[in-house]
T-cell receptor, first 111, second 114 residues
Framework: GEDVEQSLFLSVREGDSSVINCTYTDSSSTYLYWYKQEPGAGLQLLTYIFSNMDMKQDQRLTVLLNKKDKHLSLRIADTQTGDSAIYFCAEWQTGANNLFFGTGTRLTVIP | DAGVTQSPTHLIKTRGQQVTLRCSPKSGHDTVSWYQQALGQGPQFIFQYYEEEERQRGNFPDRFSGHQFPNYSSELNVNALLLGDSALYLC?????????????FGSGTRLTVV
């Protein structure tokens, strides 16, 4: 699989919005995903977006997709301390027929 | 409704030994994929099992092998363990080979090789 890139760290104050960015590689990706990983735990699927959509909103989460630039972002509104975790962007690569992950962004929420 | 269950949760092995990790998929799922997550890294795809066959494989040596049983559960075997095999091993299940709606992940098995 090709590289899916994310910035490593993000710190925000409680109540602010967080924006986590991702650049993916496979222009034929059908689905793109955001997963959350808390310390010592597995991966929790937060949300996903189909490649023919530009935006998807789910409660405090907003996903934006720019297919031209292969850029995906996750916005978390009203960020809480419980949102502190590592967030992984993942793309479904149709050639490999499997899911490929970025390196993860560690979000720290400051009370 | 049980999600994906993995066993054991933690394991310590000596270099050169062999290890078997186990995974039961979420109820209703028939496909199992295995991932290796080294410390500070994203998960790396090892292989996928569907209909008791290995369908896709990532860039991992033959020391990594697996199996899927008729009840869809799966095992990951690693032979001749190296220190670099120390990682969190994650199992993910889905319905069908195409994970269009995302995989459900287990909590993982943390393997430490000493």
């Amino acid at each position: 699989g090709e590289d899916v890139e994310q910035s490593l760290f993000l710190s925000v104050r409680e109540g602010d919005s967080s924006v986590i960015n991702c650049t993916y590689t496979d222009s034929s990706s059908t689905y793109l995903y955001w997963y959350k990983q808390e310390p010592g735990a597995g991966l929790q699927l937060l949300t996903y977006i189909f490649s023919n959509m530009d935006m998807k909103q789910d409660q405090r989460l907003t996903v934006l997709l720019n297919k031209k630039d292969k850029h995906l972002s996750l916005r978390i509104a009203d960020t809480q301390t419980g949102d502190s975790a590592i967030y992984f962007c993942a793309e479904w690569q149709t050639g490999a027929n499997n899911l490929f992950f970025g390196t993860g962004t560690r979000l720290t929420v400051i009370p | 409704d049980a999600g994906v269950t993995q066993s054991p949760t933690h394991l310590i092995k000596t270099r050169g030994q062999q290890v078997t990790l186990r995974c039961s998929p979420k109820s209703g799922h028939d496909t199992v994929s295995w991932y290796q997550q080294a410390l500070g890294q994203g998960p790396q795809f090892i292989f996928q099992y569907y209909e008791e066959e290995e369908r896709q494989r990532g860039n991992f040596p033959d020391r990594f092998s697996g199996h899927q049983f008729p009840n869809y559960s799966s095992e990951l075997n690693v032979n001749a363990l190296l220190l670099g095999d120390s990682a969190l091993y994650l199992c993910a299940s889905s319905l069908g080979e195409d994970g269009d709606y995302g995989y459900t992940f287990g909590s993982g098995t943390r393997l430490t090789v000493v």
